[in-house]
């Protein structure tokens, strides 16, 4: 996978070049995406701080709204990362419910096994959180020169590339059949 600079001039413009971000195929479908430039380590600390302190972690994020383009086949790219929120903070409930509730009806000679498999989860969820944030598109960085998606199918970044070349030339995209 690669990384590219969306330059101010690219943002600019109408569109993004009709590639798939993920896999480099023609795009058939531009969706607004709003991403966030945060850590996963932010969000794992987030859920073990509580509702308050998600909240305020959120308020200081960077976040930029794009419309990404994406072939028939990745058109539900990030779904999967909010899927994977969703089920990460309903285990978590149940998690602690259970650690809570579950030793006074099985009796205290369960705790152990209640804890050992609470670390394995809290374990295996922070290898599946770190595999996702290795895969999944993403911003690298925010600012003065634009903004950084990395993880991007290395055909988008060409196409990227090529559209800032053509602004710089003058000729404008969106009179241009290429982009």
């Known amino acids: 996978m690669a990384a590219v600079i969306l330059t101010r001039d690219v943002l600019s413009c109408d569109r993004l070049p009709a590639v798939c971000m993920c896999c480099g195929a023609p795009a058939t479908l531009f969706l607004k995406q709003r991403l966030a430039l945060r850590s996963p380590w932010v969000l794992m600390l987030a859920w073990f701080a509580g509702p308050l302190a998600l909240l ?86 925010i600012g003065p020169r634009g903004v950084t998606l990395r993880n991007v199918a290395p055909a988008f970044r060409d196409a990227v590339l090529d559209m800032a070349s053509a602004l710089r030339a003058g000729e404008h995209p969106k009179n241009s059949e290429a982009f």
């Open 56 to 141: 305020l972690f959120e308020r200081g994020v960077a976040r930029v709204a794009l419309d990404v383009p994406l072939c028939p086949t990745h058109q539900h790219h990030w779904l999967k990362r909010r899927i994977f929120n969703i089920a990460a903070g309903i285990a978590w409930f149940w998690m602690f419910a259970g650690v809570i509730f579950l030793p006074s009806v099985l009796g205290k000679e369960h705790t152990a096994s209640l804890w050992l498999g609470m670390t394995f989860l809290v374990v295996f969820w922070i290898l599946a959180v770190l595999a996702m944030d290795a895969w999944m598109i993403g911003l690298g960085n």
